[in-house]
Nanobody, 125 residues
Framework: QVQLVESGGGLVQAGGSLRLSCVAS????????MGWFRQAPGKEREIVAA????????YYADSVKGRFTISGNNAKNTGYLQMNSLKPEDTAVYYC??????????????????WGQGTQVTVSS
């Protein structure tokens, strides 16, 4: 079994920064994709960023380009989402997710198999 645990959320003022972490435990894999998703009140869950570590490919939603950076340390089974210049519109529960790279094409933004429980990010005006 694989478990993902997010941490690093909290309350920040607009313009501030947070760094989210996602640690995998249990069974782990050498070639995986990691995604970050968020769900705001009354909204459907949306993808924020993703990385295919084996290829160095990254994806960012238009709403966060230039502000968020995805990274990871595969040896430590840990992924990160650095969030800068935060806006009130970024307020949401943030989830990390993972899949085997061979499970899906890089362009598929929905097909993730393992999910964390989420961490709350609140950005005040």
């Amino acid at each position: 079994q694989v478990q993902l645990v997010e941490s690093g959320g909290g309350l920040v003022q607009a313009g501030g920064s947070l760094r989210l972490s996602c640690v995998a435990s249990g069974r782990t894999f050498s070639s995986v994709d990691m995604g970050w998703f968020r769900q705001a009140p009354g909204k459907e869950r949306e993808i924020v960023a993703a990385v295919r570590w084996s290829a160095g490919s990254t994806y960012y939603a238009d709403s966060v380009k230039g502000r968020f950076t995805i990274s990871g340390n595969n040896a430590k089974n840990t992924g990160y989402l650095q969030m800068n210049s935060l806006k009130p519109e970024d307020t949401a529960v943030y989830y990390c997710a993972a899949r085997l790279s061979s499970r899906s094409t890089w362009y598929d933004r929905d097909n993730y198999d393992y999910w964390g429980q989420g961490t709350q990010v609140t950005v005040s005006s």
